[in-house]
């Protein structure tokens, strides 16, 4: 067998979003929050299996949050995939917004303003107010992160 030039051999990256989350659903801020997926989102799941069965996998990267690994799961059922490595690293986590977490993105437009809640969702320099330390939404209460030094885990955007 010939062996091929990395050079003839063609990669090809795939991204996709989650499905629609509860919190999508609601109009919520997600964020780092670990929200599962609407029945919506297990639809939409299933559909971006079925029109991604033309391609070829061999590897899956994903965040840790569970709507982004059912997502997968659910994509993965559809193309028989569960045998190809899944990568899971908090660095591919959603955007962090901070003390915004949980919160109705109406209600927070009517305190903030609709152009600086614009800001936070589309513009890479504005930051949503952080977390306190000592907010339960800190990943630091969260087991998922138990491994990672503490310094490292966001309270947001910074």
């Known amino acids: 067998m010939k062996e091929k030039n990395l050079k003839d051999v063609k990669f090809k990256v795939v991204f996709v979003r989650h499905g629609e989350s509860i919190y999508n659903k609601n109009n919520i801020w997600g964020s780092w929050e670990d929200i599962d997926l609407s029945e919506e989102g ?5 559909l971006a299996g079925k ?4 391609y070829k996998f061999d590897i899956c990267y994903t965040s ?4 982004t690994i059912k997502t997968w799961n659910l994509i993965a059922d559809e193309l028989d995939l569960h045998y190809i490595d899944v990568i899971k690293n ?16 109406i209600e927070t437009s009517k305190i903030y303003g609709d152009e600086q809640v614009k800001n936070w969702r589309r513009d890479f320099l ?4 952080l977390l ?5 939404r ?13 310094d490292l885990l966001p309270l947001g955007e910074v």
Do not use: T
């Open 132 to 136: 306190k330390k000592d907010d339960p």
């Open 51 to 54: 029109l991604l069965k033309d």
């Open 64 to 67: 840790l949050l569970k709507r």
């Open 126 to 129: 504005s930051k949503p107010p």
């Open 138 to 150: 800190n990943p630091i209460y969260d087991i998922k992160y138990k491994f990672l030094p503490k």
């Open 90 to 105: 908090w660095r591919l986590n959603e955007k962090h917004y901070g003390n915004l977490m949980g919160l109705n993105k």
């Open 42 to 46: 297990i639809e939409e799941s299933k």
